[in-house]
């Protein structure tokens, strides 16, 4: 689901230049006229909603993205994304069979050679995965690009009857909200409402049924039931909302406002909430770009603000968003950092038996095998969250108690695990240095104390080093001190 | 009428009732001719090597795999109706734990086999499921979300979610999979203290030097019933032997037949 959404991000953005120049070539001559209060009156007259064309237009958007939403969320936590693509392109032989039927526009006709192409395609699809050893994203594809095929062929024959390039049937392909009629957006509503009250009143039966459908079964359930009632119920959701967003990209108004959801929210009543919302909103933002200028289609606009609303969640979503995901490795890196920084303050001191308290920056320097610049720095950081006092002038680090505590805590993890590692899971003691350097920095009091009591409160790490207890931990400041000194404040 | 409701006591009936069930993948046997009746009030342990057909077997008796042949009765009972009664864990692998619900919305579907359709879970269910947490210790965890939880804490909101079931026959398979020993001896007196409630409980289980102090009988299972019985009579180096040693090779060597032939 993630991966898909880049992949058709590029191609609605193909289809709107698509559009664009299509638009600019076949009406070159008018583009002159269309001036800028043309578009502000085009945007009044939406807005206005006092032609009836932009009314059938705005409530087909409404219902489509009601439906979409609704039905969408449900096919990407079943995993079944790829299933509402392979069944919004079969339904197009179809519709052209369904224009065919008496040479124009009836819905009805339409809805039921759609339904029926649908419902061919999915048994098609069983058929492969029953007879052959074809795995079923194979069979998803094989059906989408053949029953698509077979459906443009109809479309373009049809095209060149006399009376077919009047019927309006390529409006089916990128959609055309303008043309919806009295008759659609009341075949929209039945749907529409047909959906969302029989996701209502069986919601506990399809939250069951798509979280662990064995137990849905073991608890009564029929699991069957609830899959084909949500399939009838998809196909319907898509063949209703064909006419506005187009085949090629309705499955985009199933599956884009649903992740989009699912980023922002960990409730499942919640995420078809907000999927519901973002597709009535991206189809109204549709709906009303493409009535700015004649002739503009529908659906790539729809899923263009429905991709919006996806960029928007995928960046700031407050959990998973990469915003907040970036952050969070980011506190956790400079963390490491200071952590790290602290250690090498206590490798110093520990290296003249903790005789002077401060630190020279030149001394950590060339202890940590880095620029003084960065060092300063470093201590700068250090003070900034009260681990340590710095004086700029003459370049000395003073660690605070809670610094010393952090320096000794860290120190101690280190070599605690390295012991571990050496006597528990016998590791050559030259091996464990590296392991250790990720270790000290997430384990935890907890696992600090296991270890000491696995180790039988040791004294020595592998290398011969004295492992700081909790007294001298807790002291404030080194070993062989007699008296807390604590330190020097250096303002 | 009366008294053919009184003759047919469910109670009287043993929990689970097998009958020749034989099971087949891909028209491949797994499971041979199974005939078991399980007594009331035991906590029954299902070994056998990888393969055997334990997870299987559970499955098989819950109805979500069918039979090729023979029955399967719970208390008595066959299909839809004898569900009323059993509890069921699967295996924590078979859910993605990325579903957006969260620790009570799981246990609340544990009342969902109780409510009719279209009818939502009342304050009763939620104070059940509330107990459930309680006793598996994760009533602090209720709102999380369920892919936040560690994999010993998604293994008891599982349990949790049965024991919200309030059934007599419980079915698990692999409880103490991938779970920390702390919360695998949680588990171990949960499922003691539904014994002594009168429950009946088959655990699916891998590790066998644990299996002879965790359960009362022990079904040792191969493609076929290799024994059933008290562990102290069944736990013994013959019939071990019998279940993991090399004797079955012909069964699965015939089954692979079956299945070529088949295809």
Redesign the interface.
Known sequence: MRLLAPARWSMVLGLCLFAAFGVVDAHAARIGDLSETRIWEQAIRFFSLRDPAVRYAALGAILLGTSCGLLGSFIV?R?MALVGDTLSHAVLPGVAVGFLWNMSKDPIAIFIGAVAAGLLGVLFVNWIQQTTRLKEDTALGLALAGFFAVGICLVTMMQRLPTGSKSGIDKFLFGQAAALGAADVKLMAVVTLLSVATIF??Y??F??A???P????????SVKVAHYTLMWLLAFSIVISLQAVGVVLVSAMLITPAAAA?LL????H??VLYSMAFGIASGLVGAFISFLRPNLPTGPFMVLAASLIFAVAFVAAPRHGIVVRWWRQRSQSRRVQRENTLKSIYHVLEGRSFQQEGVTVEELAARRRETVEEIRQQAADLRAHELATFDKHDGVIYLTPEGWQRAAAIVRNHRLWELYLTNAAQIAPDHVHEDAEKIEHVLGEEVVRQLERKLAFAKEDPHGRLIPDVATIQRGSGPRREAPSGYRRSE | MVESRITKLPSQAPPLEIHDLTVAYHKKPVLWGIDLVVPPGKLIGIIGPNGAGKSTLIKAALGLIPGSSGWVKIFGESGRKGLKRVGYVPQRESVDWDFPVNVMDVVLMGRYGRLRLMQRPNAHDREVAKRALEMVHMLPFANRQIANLSGGQQQRVFLARALAQESDLYFMDEPFAGVDAATESAIVGILQELKQKGKTIMVVHHDLPTARNYFDMLLLLNMRVVAFGPTEEVFTYELLQQTYGGRLTILAEVAEAVRQRGA
């Open positions: 936590v995993k009143l069986f506990k039966e939250l069951v798509s979280f662990d064995g137990f849905a079964k073991a608890s009564g359930h699912y929210t960990d409730r499942m919640r995420m």
